[in-house]
């Protein structure tokens, strides 16, 4: 179970846009990361892998965990809003929920749920 500083430090990572740092520093070596109901990808150098291609894109971005985060044991439940302006001048908006199943201060597993519909870049205006 992670403690709360942990936690905290975790989505603070994340809120400053620190993705693949935060994978290195709280995700298990052998991690499994699924999107939605996607084949998952397996395995933490996966996983920042994923973040920097995706990181690489973006012109500006914002992360934001929205309150209360839910921790029951070693399960933990985030909602984040994401917002993308990507280098090729479209943007994407995304509200999700990651469940989470953490090992002491590591995360072995992560599944994402959002509407994939919200994954389509959109013209800015």
Request: proline residues 5%; negative net charge.
């Amino acid at each position: 179970m992670p403690s709360q500083e942990t936690l905290e430090r975790f989505i603070a990572r994340v809120e400053q846009n620190a993705h693949a740092e935060a994978v290195e520093e709280f995700y298990a070596p052998d991690a499994v990361m699924q999107e939605n109901q996607s084949l998952p990808r397996v395995g933490r150098d996966a996983h920042i892998a994923n973040e920097r291609k995706m990181m690489a894109r973006v012109h500006t971005m914002t992360s934001k965990c929205v309150h209360p985060v839910f921790m029951n044991g070693d399960h933990v439940v985030i909602r984040w809003i994401f917002h993308f302006e990507w280098a090729d001048g479209t943007f994407t908006h995304m509200d999700e929920l990651a469940y989470q199943h953490w090992d002491g201060d590591r995360i072995v597993n992560e599944q994402f749920f959002y509407d994939p519909a919200q994954r389509v870049p959109q013209l800015v205006e």
